[in-house]
Structure formats: structure tokens, C-alpha cells
């Protein structure tokens, strides 16, 4: 059987006081809704009919919840958190550590006797942070760094006063140094760059970068002494389509900017930041989990599986996304493990087991809501005219 899930909204700052809202056809109360989760995460699990927590229901019984295979395979715990995301400001330029970093710093800040909620803890939980993020209309990031010969010829083609040492830097390979030396500055060393770079927007009068002349123009107003602006000179600038997607690995620098998508991720909060931000920065930190390796073509498109169904494939360890399109017909979605379906358009039935074919219990989601089938159930079948995302252990 399938269960209706309750689900978290986070009111972050950056978030949109209108565009998760719409969606779910509820009326706005004025406050920024940023991320509505989904899933069983411990500081916001979604809850059950019965009132239970999703992360109380797997503790109490993870093999029951999960299956047995997905169980072992991550010591008991809900491998993936899904997420509705929207964004009316910039996030933070960040990055997500591997599985190895993220144990590494999870027992330095335990040791360290940091409290598990405090502002200042870099590490909230033992897990990397594997992110895709499917946009479900435009939506703007910043993704991956740009390789080196386009973000010199951004530079050559915008000329702002005081770049000329970030400028060789980069001509000679030196990106992990330029990126360090921009994020070590202190905010009275960044402000006249800033400065300059604004100036250099408002001068620039070409087609070419003319996406990027927008970002930056409106970062360097927003964000006057903030050395994340500078840093976002060496990100891919990439506006996504509907259903378009962009996949984060570890140590991929990245900040969201302005859009609604549906995100997927292993089931962890942990975020190192560097600018864009009001929150907790550690700096030495973010470098020491971020690749360096230019991104050359962000952008993932999903890949058709036929009858309306597509995967967008990431190689991840711990989801899997299959992207359901209905027409007034039905589809029978295979997945391992737990899983969520999330329906984003439309009207869409949902049922898993021996529900699945129409003699049991199904739960009818609109655009916003969610289900919840437990790993030992069958397949997921879905029926209606609209779209539902099905997110599964692999």
C-alpha cells in the first residue's frame, strides 16, 4: 500500500512567498516558503496518516520501511530526501562534502562538543549530499566552474579595473588558487572590487556574456562587500528549462539563484558555504571538500524509457529518478527500496503492491503532494493525466 504524506515547509529567506503556494493551489500568508520536504530526515521528517514521523516509523523498524537489501546497504537509514525548492533570492555559493569528508567532519565537530543545531557546525550528520535538481519552469544557477579559457575571455570581455592578477591567475591554470585567494579576502579588500565589477557590467555592451553581465550587475548591487560575487566569475551561468536538470556531485561549488524545481538528494543536510549568505562561512573548510575540475556542460536532460515514462541518470549510490507523464492512462514504475512519488501537475493515482492492480487502496495526489510505499512493497502504478516524479533507493 501507498500512504499520503505531511510535509515540512522551510521559510527560509531566500525563499518565495508565492511560488510553492501556486503549485499546490493554497492561498500565500505572506511568509518566503523555500523547501517543502519530503522524506525522513530527523530535524524535519514527513509524517504519516497514522501521526507518526517517517524517520520515527524507519528507526523503530528499517527493514520493515526499507527492505531488507537497502537496509544493510545504508546501516538502517532512508537513503534520499526529496525536495520542492523556491527560490526568489540567491542561495548560498556552497559546495556538499563526499561520504569520506562528511564522516571525517561529522566526528571533528562531535569531538569538538559543537551542538548538532548550532549556527556555527559545519557537519549535521555523518552523510555526503549528492544533489539533482529538475527544474520545473526557468529556473537560473550558478553550476560547476566554468573552464578556464571562457571565464578569461568573460573577463578580457568585461575588463574590470583591479582583475588583471585573477586574470593570469586563470591564464595559467591556477583555479584552485584563484578561487582560494577571492574567498580568503576580508570585506574591505572586496568591496572596491565589487565595485569595479558593477562598473564593469554597466559598461559592457556586448551579446556574448550578456546572461552572465545580468547575474553579476545584480549580485554586485545585492551583495556590495561579499566576496561570494566574485567567486560566482568562475560558475557556469545556466537558466533550465522545464524538466531540465542540473546534477551536483561532491564537491561541485554551486548557488541556486531564482526558480521552483524538484530536488532529490542522499538523505543529508550538510552544506559548507563560502558567500551569498548570511549563515555560518568557513572557508578553509569549503575548499577543502570542492573539485576543481571545470565543468564543461552542466545541463542533464532526462532519457526516455518510453511510454511517458524518462530517467534522469546520475550514477547516484542513493536514489534513482524516474519522471512519470500521464494522459489519462496508467504505468507501472519498477524501483528498489523506499520510495516517494511526488506529483507536480495534473492529478495522478497512486498505488504499490498488491494495490497496484486497481483491487486495493490508492492515494490521489495533486500538483505539491506526495506518497510515501515501503521498500518491501511492488512495483508503483500510476494512473491519471499530469506528472509525478517516483524517487527510489536505485
Known amino acids: 500500500m501507498v500512504a499520503r504524506l505531511q510535509n515540512t515547509i522551510r521559510d527560509y529567506a531566500w525563499g518565495s512567498p508565492t511560488a510553492i503556494p501556486e503549485l499546490t493551489g493554497v492561498e500565500p500568508d505572506g511568509r518566503p516558503q523555500a523547501e517543502l520536504w519530503m522524506g525522513a530526515h530527523e530535524s524535519a521528517p514527513s509524517v504519516l496518516p497514522s501521526g507518526d514521523s517517517l524517520y520515527d516509523v524507519v528507526s523503530a523498524g528499517p527493514i520493515d520501511v526499507l527492505g531488507p537489501e537497502t537496509a544493510e546497504r545504508f546501516d538502517g537509514r532512508f537513503p534520499f530526501l526529496a525536495k520542492l525548492l523556491a527560490a526568489a533570492q540567491p542561495l548560498s555559493i556552497q559546495a556538499h562534502?563526499?561520504?569520506?569528508?562528511a564522516i571525517d567532519g561529522y566526528a571533528r565537530d562531535e569531538a569538538a562538543g559543537i551542538p548538532r543545531d548550532a549556527a556555527d557546525r559545519n557537519y549535521k550528520d555523518a552523510w555526503p549530499k549528492p544533489e539533482?535538481?529538475?527544474?520545473?519552469?526557468?529556473?537560473?544557477?550558478l553550476v560547476g566552474f566554468r573552464p578556464l579559457e571562457a571565464t578569461v575571455a568573460l573577463l578580457d570581455a568585461l575588463a574590470p579595473v583591479g582583475f588583471e592578477e585573477c586574470t593570469?591567475?586563470?591564464?595559467?591554470?591556477k583555479l584552485q588558487d584563484t578561487f582560494t585567494q577571492i574567498m580568503s579576502n576580508d570585506r574591505d579588500t572586496i568591496r572596491p572590487l565589487v565595485a569595479a565589477l558593477g562598473e564593469a557590467c554597466a559598461r559592457y555592451s556586448g551579446a556574448a556574456f550578456e546572461l552572465e553581465r545580468e547575474t553579476l550587475a545584480k549580485l554586485c548591487a545585492d551583495f556590495p562587500d561579499d566576496p561570494g560575487v566574485l567567486a560566482a566569475l568562475l560558475l557556469n551561468r545556466v537558466r533550465l528549462e522545464r524538466f531540465e536538470a542540473v546534477y551536483l556531485p561532491a564537491g561541485n561549488v554551486h548557488a541556486y539563484l531564482h526558480g521552483l524545481g524538484f530536488e532529490v538528494m542522499a538523505n543529508s543536510d550538510n552544506v559548507l558555504r563560502g558567500g551569498l549568505t548570511s549563515k555560518h562561512i568557513d572557508v578553509p573548510e569549503l575548499v577543502s571538500v570542492v573539485d576543481f575540475e571545470p565543468l564543461a556542460d552542466p545541463v542533464l536532460t532526462a532519457t526516455p524509457l518510453g511510454d511517458g515514462?524518462?530517467?534522469y541518470?546520475?550514477?547516484?549510490?542513493y536514489f534513482a529518478i524516474r519522471r512519470v507523464d500521464l494522459d489519462g492512462d496508467e504505468r507501472t514504475v519498477a524501483g528498489e527500496g523506499p520510495r516517494i512519488v511526488c506529483c507536480v501537475a495534473g492529478s495522478v493515482d497512486v498505488a504499490a503492491g498488491s494495490d497496484a492492480g486497481g483491487t486495493g487502496s490508492t492515494v490521489t495526489l495533486s500538483a505539491g503532494q506526495s506518497a510515501f510505499a515501503a521498500g518491501p512493497e511492488g512495483p508503483c502504478s500510476l494512473r491519471g493525466s499530469g506528472t509525478a516524479f517516483v524517487v527510489a533507493a536505485r
Open 97 to 101: 562534502p563526499s561520504r569520506e569528508q
Open 132 to 141: 539533482i535538481l529538475i527544474a520545473l519552469g526557468p529556473f537560473d544557477a
Open 168 to 173: 593570469d591567475l586563470l591564464r595559467n591554470g
Open 309 to 311: 515514462v524518462s530517467s
Open 313 to 317: 541518470e546520475t550514477g547516484c549510490e
